[in-house]
T-cell receptor
Framework: QQQVKQSPQSLIVQKGGISIINCAYE??????FPWYQQFPGKGPALLIA?????SEKKEGRFTISFNKSAKQFSLHIMDSQPGDSATYFC????????????FGKGTMLLVSP | ETGVTQTPRHLVMGMTNKKSLKCEQH?????MYWYKQSAKKPLELMFV???????ENNSVPSRFSPECPNSSHLFLHLHTLQPEDSALYLC?????????????????FGEGSRLTVL
């Protein structure tokens, strides 16, 4: 099963609040879990990534929490800012020579001023 | 020029037209990809070229024909498309092989070509 399920589809958060986006996967062969951020009119760009041997990865205001037994991972954006308003995609990849990422459907985040 | 550039940014074509999308990467990567992005659907991988050899073709209709003349250039040739093919087509590149790290295999995307089929 290649699917990666992402929720919610859209999210509105007040400035300074915490944004949380969740993803779940089925294939235990996945070994790399990135999050991509896409602004309107731009291509997706890697935001943060994690491998399943750790439960949490933090980079600035962005944190990935990973639950291997539940096959779930989530993105937390602390102190959300209007500039964080974008579409966020989770993804998963099996170890291969090239990056055949399986993407979630995306979450459109709006941070209100 | 830096990163991944795609041309044209916007394209409108009739169902009987033949057109091509172009992608160029200036990152020295050795793998290139075409993705299709439709509203409310996951990004769909269409084709992968690794070391200039097509290594993946995800059941894409033959009306889409990729070409990778070298490691820096990728084309998507379009002919007799259908209205449901209207979407954003994203090109990406990555580096295959080398030291493994968290950013290994990171995809670098272009800004996409918005295709409308009438």
């Amino acid at each position: 099963q290649q699917q990666v399920k992402q929720s919610p589809q859209s999210l509105i958060v007040q400035k300074g609040g915490i944004s949380i986006i969740n993803c779940a996967y089925e294939n235990t062969a996945f070994d790399y879990f990135p999050w991509y951020q896409q602004f309107p009119g731009k291509g997706p760009a890697l935001l943060i990534a994690i491998r399943p041997d750790v439960s949490e990865k933090k980079e600035g205001r962005f944190t990935i929490s990973f639950n291997k037994s539940a096959k779930q991972f989530s993105l937390h954006i602390m102190d959300s800012q209007p500039g964080d308003s974008a579409t966020y995609f989770c993804a998963a990849r099996m170890n291969s020579g090239y990056s055949t990422l399986t993407f979630g459907k995306g979450t459109m985040l709006l941070v209100s001023p | 020029e830096t990163g991944v550039t795609q041309t044209p940014r916007h394209l409108v074509m009739g169902m009987t037209n033949k057109k091509s999308l172009k992608c160029e990467q200036h990152l020295g990567h050795n793998a290139m990809y075409w993705y299709k992005q439709s509203a409310k659907k996951p990004l769909e991988l269409m084709f992968v070229y690794s070391l200039e050899e097509r290594v993946e073709n995800n059941s894409v209709p033959s009306r889409f024909s990729p070409e990778c003349p070298n490691s820096s250039h990728l084309f998507l040739h379009l002919h007799t498309l259908q209205p449901e093919d209207s979407a954003l087509y994203l090109c990406a590149s990555s580096q295959v092989g080398g030291q493994v790290g968290l950013r290994t295999g990171e995809l670098f995307f272009g800004e996409g070509s918005r295709l409308t089929v009438l």
